[in-house]
């Protein structure tokens, strides 16, 4: 059993799809290329994990309270993953209510009961849930790897600061390609 595994951050109807209630383009864009990254994934047996932003319907929720504008309420197809990304029966999906996928769920305890020693880290936004997930996980002694082209926000600039802070203080941040190199190197030893 490998020993990383594929975070997919938060790509949901709500963030990913043109009608969504929050969405930017630029979640469309990097849809495929997460897509890419998954089947890659797959290929040298790293678990896969879907976190799933999800706000409870109809019951206080102070982060949701304090968005100017709902989003990802369960019951209303916001909080769906997209059917793009090939979500298959052994992958988990974790629901999450915060911008860390670490902070009040069992990630950690799912990713240790694996033997999980490296978290890959795609999605959507790099300057909110992304940071925060790879922060916790960093400091969680997760080896931590952003693949670029595989994480967005709703500004290129913004995406890029949080990108080279991630890069110097926090893991490594690579291109695909690169990804699957090292991919390919861990299987081969």
Do not use: W
């Amino acid at each position: 059993m490998s020993k990383t595994a594929l975070l997919v951050v938060d790509m949901v109807y709500d963030f990913a799809h043109p009608d969504g209630a929050v969405y930017y383009p630029q979640n469309s864009e990097i849809l495929p290329r997460i897509k890419r990254v998954i089947d890659e994934c797959r290929k040298h047996d790293c678990l896969i994990v879907f976190m799933q932003q999800s706000h409870r319907r109809g019951k206080y929720d102070k982060h949701l309270a304090s968005v100017a504008r709902p989003n990802c309420i369960e019951g209303t197809g916001g909080d769906e993953l997209m059917p793009e990304l090939g979500v298959q029966e052994n992958d988990f999906i974790i629901k999450k209510r915060r911008y860390s996928s670490f902070y009040g769920t069992d990630l950690d305890l799912v990713l240790r009961e694996h033997g999980v020693q490296s978290v890959i880290v795609c999605g959507t936004k790099t300057n909110c849930c992304i940071r925060a997930t790879v922060n916790d996980a960093y400091h969680l002694n997760y080896n931590v790897i952003v693949p670029r082209e595989c994480v967005a926000t709703n500004d290129d600039t913004n995406n890029e600061v949080h990108l080279s802070d991630i890069n110097k203080y926090m893991g490594s941040v690579l291109t695909m390609e690169e990804l699957f190199q090292l991919l390919r190197g861990r299987e081969s030893k």
